[in-house]
T-cell receptor, first 114, second 115 residues
């Protein structure tokens, strides 16, 4: 039962353009969502998060959008840079009730071409 | 320490042997997670410790897997009678969890290879 899904295993964009990574979830109890970035041979690093009370959160070049009715979130990176090339994981948790377990998607490999 | 520390970084073991993987979380973090990433796969949840509560073991794939967290700090993941399908990168993470809406910080992982 894959509760968090990233249906695109890979994405390639040109430097300077926008990268859009998508994530879908099935559990309506999820109310906190995060994006992580992972380079080879390193652990994932936190990128940005959003609570279900919001529909947008922005941090520099990174913006996360949440569409609760569609159970869909996306990460926008603009402008994309070659250093953004990595695997991106979305994650979700049921924050209420203090069950902070994170459920991850399968990841999307982003390649930003110079 | 400054971050989550895992040891060893790499482990090669023979099929059927037991292995222990260690995780030192960030000081003061009450929540600790174990995940694994098999080749070409996503992050698979294994077990979650939160303070003094009973751990959430719902992700452990079989009874060969167990984990403990001593004194609310260091955690050890033990895999008994290892099988080739156990080969993966095992990742540990910790979070402050003063409330539930906090991000988890990951270690670099232990790459386990069962031959």
């Amino acid at each position: 039962d894959q509760q968090v899904k990233q249906n695109s295993p890979s994405l390639s964009v040109q430097e300077g353009r926008i990268s859009i990574l998508n994530c879908d979830y099935t559990n309506s109890m999820f109310d906190y969502f995060l994006w992580y970035k992972k380079y080879p041979a390193e652990g994932p690093t936190f990128l940005i998060s959003i609570s279900s009370i919001k529909d947008k959160n922005e941090d520099g070049r990174f913006t996360v959008f949440l569409n609760k009715s569609a159970k869909h979130l996306s990460l926008h990176i603009v402008p994309s840079q070659p250093g953004d090339s990595a695997v991106y994981f979305c994650a979700a948790s049921k924050g209420s009730g203090n069950t902070g377990k994170l459920i991850f998607g399968q990841g999307t490999t982003l390649q930003v071409k110079p | 320490g400054a971050g989550v520390s895992q040891s060893p970084s790499n482990k090669v073991t023979e099929k059927g042997k037991d292995v222990e993987l260690r995780c030192d979380p960030i000081s003061g973090h009450t929540a600790l997670y174990w995940y694994r990433q098999s080749l070409g796969q996503g992050l698979e949840f294994l077990i979650y410790f939160q303070g003094n509560s009973a751990p959430d073991k719902s992700g452990l794939p079989s009874d060969r897997f167990s984990a403990e967290r001593t004194g609310g700090s260091v955690s050890t993941l033990t895999i008994q009678r290892t099988q080739q399908e156990d080969s993966a990168v095992y990742l540990c993470a910790s979070s402050l969890t003063a409330g539930p809406y906090t991000e988890a910080f990951f270690g670099q992982g232990t790459r386990l290879t069962v031959v």
